[in-house]
């Protein structure tokens, strides 16, 4: 269950719950695990270049030659040219064929060699490949968490200042209401010395009852926008928290007129800043590597190897020399090589379709600035025009209120005037909230909170 926030906390502020989403916020959580996923493939691909031990035996138990040989031997594979060193031990027993290269001395050899592809397999090869792809796989995960982020910052602010903005219309309907009944004890006296008719304070008492249902639809409007909130305002145990009416603001922050200079600069800042455009130019890349692949591997094999054998000191046979050397090459070519260019038309096609999926998200990220900015202007002039519909209500008001004290116009008259002063004041309430769902909106679009740091509170 959310936890109501104290009483006697300070004002709720949106630093506050902004900290709070990009701390504790669960879904926001759950994106930053996918860079331990992402670190996990990462290092499942680095497996391929382990360091192993291998070790066989094989023995003729019957037949003309009677030999055993042994080995054990730590293989290494290396990051260039698909090169692989290896080194250890070999030794034979028995009797075996003059020809076959297991043959040593009674105590064995030590053994080392390299093998390398200088054509397919020698630029790059699956291995290499897929730990590249793998590294840019885990660099995927930043423009996910920041876009993540951006969306959960614009709701979150768009959340709090609904509960502002609910507040403050709660506040205007208990002053409206307030004025109601403090009017209707006046009424009442003035019925008890008979100095106007009893019906009068029947139609008072019929607009407390409105004004009260009015106040529990403005009360239901703020605890549900309070409920919206908590999804974003945790405490230290991750419990939601229920901002209370004694944590509202006294009103909304400032808000100064759009830049109309910084349009252009702020669209240039969004190419910059916003995830989408990497997400994409990192797909090309690993799109890219794929290709490479397969370029490679149209390619023939040239495979070389280098293998040397040293006897130890003592240990001599007529056919075996100390120090014995073997090099070799292998050369493969296929007739057919469907699979590998196949490969190189996807990756073509793959990577032009990103490449105008990149150049329309650019398109689309301007027309997206260009309408949050839009949006802001015209919600900041409502500002001002709301403001003034308030004080041109009020002095009509007042007004009213006067010729009512004087007799010269009726409850009714006055009635109208109040409910007009307070549709003003709500409508100042919603012109100002929409303001700061527009600026929210506006951050969002430039990418101006991608770069909030994203730390565990503990």
């Keep these: 269950m959310p936890a109501a926030a104290s009483s006697a906390a300070a ?41 192993n031990l291998n070790a066989s035996a094989l023995s003729t138990p019957t037949g003309y030659y009677d030999g055993r040989t042994g080995q054990v031997l730590l293989e290494q594979a290396l990051t260039t040219w698909g090169a692989r060193v290896y080194g250890g031990w070999r030794a034979s027993g028995g009797e075996l064929a003059p020809y076959n290269l297991g043959r040593t001395p009674p105590g064995g050899q030590l053994t080392a060699g390299v093998r390398m592809s200088l054509l397919r397999g020698g630029a790059l090869d699956p291995q290499r490949a897929a730990r590249e792809q793998a590294r840019i796989t885990e660099a995927l995960v930043d423009p996910l968490v920041m876009r993540q982020r951006l969306d959960f910052v614009r709701a979150a602010s768009v959340a709090y200042f609904a509960w502002v903005g609910a507040g403050l219309r709660q506040a205007a309907a208990e002053q409206l209401l307030r004025v109601a009944n403090e009017r209707d004890s006046a009424i009442a006296e003035q019925v008890r010395r008979g100095a106007i008719a009893p019906i009068i304070r029947v139609d008072n008492e019929r607009l407390v009852v409105t004004r009260r249902i009015g106040l529990v639809q403005a009360q239901r409007r703020f605890e549900a926008a309070a409920i919206e909130l908590s999804l974003f305002l945790r405490d ?26 910084r349009l252009l600069p702020d669209v240039e800042t969004a190419w910059k800043q916003r995830p989408e455009l990497r997400n994409l130019a990192l797909s090309v890349e690993r ?26 000191l003592g240990e001599r046979r007529p056919d075996i020399e100390a120090l014995e050397t073997r090099l070799g090459v292998e ?23 990103l490449r105008t999926e990149l150049g329309f998200a650019r398109d689309r990220i301007a027309a997206e600035v260009r309408d949050a900015h839009s949006a802001l202007q015209a919600a900041w002039l409502q500002i001002d025009a709301a403001r003034r519909n308030v004080d041109l209500a009020e002095q009509l008001e007042a007004a009213e209120r006067t010729r009512f004290r004087q007799g010269a116009t009726d409850l009714l008259a006055l009635q109208i005037r109040e409910q007009a002063t307070f549709d003003a004041r709500v409508a100042e309430v919603d012109a100002q909230t929409d303001y700061f769902r527009a600026l929210a909106t506006y951050r969002a679009a430039i990418g101006a909170d991608a770069d909030v740091a994203l730390t565990r509170t503990q």
């Design 11 to 51: 004002p709720l502020q949106l630093d506050e719950v902004l900290a709070s989403v990009t701390g504790r916020y669960p879904p926001l959580l759950a994106a930053l695990i996918e860079r331990d996923i992402a670190s996990g493939r990462m290092r499942q691909a680095e497996g391929a270049f382990d360091l």
């Design 236 to 261: 230290g145990r991750d419990t939601p928290v229920l901002a209370s009416a004694d944590r509202l603001p006294a009103a909304f922050p400032g808000h100064p007129p759009p830049d109309a200079a």
């Design 287 to 312: 799109l890219a590597i794929e290709r490479r692949l397969a370029v490679n591997d149209l390619m023939p094999s040239l495979d070389v190897s280098l293998e040397a054998r040293q006897s130890p």
């Design 331 to 353: 050369f493969r070519v296929p007739l057919q090589r469907r699979e590998a260019q196949g490969r190189v038309d996807v990756a073509d096609g793959q990577i032009s379709r």
